[in-house]
């Protein structure tokens, strides 16, 4: 009878070929990367990215998310805390390195960063096209205007995040196809 490899620390399975990478650790970005924007409010949302980064794990990618383990809400959200500058700049940096940006906006939450990054990023060109795929099911406070937005730049807009799991590996299944590398192996240059 077969075995299931136990999971990694990070939730994700033994035989994973991705790396994911938290705040406030800075990642040496192998193969293309992903950053998982969205909605966290200050640790209310559901953990939708270890899904999302387990859905991803077989890929040789790097993940970026956001969500840090030792975040503190009560840090003052102000320029001079060092580990909430700290935070946003890895943000920041980050969103601005990623081939693709997955962007969920769950119902029932206000999620007014994703809203500004969204904003941020809707001319941003990847790899495969536009940076962006966004998630924003019923029931988003602001549905119509993330709608809008997507429309108007040509951005990817799912409804669920079954869609967007596979819009975001399509996206990243192609950029491993341009950066020549081989999810099979995990390795740069041409297949053996």
């Known amino acids: 009878m077969a075995t299931t490899p136990a999971p990694s620390p990070l939730g994700l399975p033994a035989d994973a070929k ?25 640790g209310k949302a559901i953990d939708w990215q270890s899904g999302l980064a387990s859905a991803l794990s077989h890929l040789p990618i790097t993940i ?26 890895w943000e920041m940096d980050n969103l601005n390195k990623a081939d693709v940006i997955a962007l969920y906006f769950q119902p029932g939450t206000q999620s007014p960063i994703s809203l500004l990054e969204l904003g941020m990023h809707a001319h941003d060109q990847g790899i495969a096209g536009k940076k962006l795929v966004v998630c924003c099911p019923d029931g988003f406070w602001r549905k119509g205007n993330v709608q809008i937005v997507c429309h108007r730049y040509d951005i990817d807009l799912v409804e669920t ?13 192609h950029a491993l196809k341009q950066q020549n590398w ?11």
């Open 18 to 42: 991705c790396q994911v990478c938290k705040p406030p650790m800075w990642a040496e970005i192998k193969g293309p990367s992903i950053f998982l924007a969205g909605s966290i409010e200050m």
């Open 182 to 192: 081989s999810s099979a192996t995990g390795h740069i240059g041409p297949k053996a």
């Open 64 to 89: 970026l998310n956001p969500r840090r383990n030792d975040w503190d809400s009560s840090w003052k959200q102000d320029i001079n805390n060092k580990q909430f500058k700290e935070q946003v700049d």
């Open 161 to 173: 995040t079954e869609e967007l799991i596979e819009k975001v590996k399509g996206k990243l299944e």
